[in-house]
C-alpha cells in the first residue's frame, strides 16, 4: 500500500503564489509520472501538470508560465509551485503517482486526498 499526503493548500491572494507538496510513502520500489490535478466545484477533474521519473513536465495550457513542477526523487516527492494566482485557480488539487510496487513489481495508481486553493479577488 501506498499513502499520498499533499500540504500547502490555503487561502491566498490574488496575484500571489503557493507551493504545494506531496509525500509518498509505503511499499514503493519506483514512481514513474508524478502529477497534480485539480477539480472545481461542478467541474471535471483536469490536469495541472505532470512530471516523469526522467523530468519532462507537462503543463494545462491555463497555468503554462505560472506553474512549476518539480519533484525530489529521494523523498518520493512532487511540487508545485504556482505564482500569479487567480480565483479561478481555485479548486481542489490532488496529487497522483504511478507507482511500481516493491512487492509485486506491477504498476499501480494512487491519488492523494486532495488540498483546497482559494483564490480571493
Known amino acids: 500500500q501506498v499513502h499520498l499526503v499533499e500540504s500547502g493548500g490555503g487561502l491566498v491572494q490574488f496575484g500571489g503564489s503557493l507551493r504545494l507538496s506531496c509525500a509518498a510513502s509505503?511499499?514503493?520500489?519506483?514512481?514513474?509520472?508524478m502529477g497534480w490535478y485539480r477539480q472545481a466545484p461542478g467541474k471535471q477533474r483536469e490536469l495541472v501538470a505532470s512530471i516523469t521519473s526522467g523530468g519532462n513536465t507537462n503543463y494545462a495550457d491555463s497555468v503554462k508560465g505560472r506553474a512549476t513542477i518539480s519533484r525530489d526523487s529521494a523523498k518520493n516527492t512532487v511540487y508545485l509551485q504556482m505564482n500569479s494566482l487567480k480565483p479561478e485557480d481555485t479548486a481542489v488539487y490532488y496529487c497522483?503517482?504511478?507507482?511500481?510496487?516493491?512487492?509485486?513489481?506491477?504498476?499501480?495508481?494512487?491519488w492523494g486526498q486532495g488540498t483546497q486553493v482559494t483564490v480571493s479577488s
Open positions: 509505503g511499499s514503493i520500489f519506483s514512481i514513474n509520472d
Open positions: 497522483k503517482t504511478i507507482v511500481r510496487a516493491k512487492d509485486t513489481g506491477f504498476l499501480y495508481q494512487y
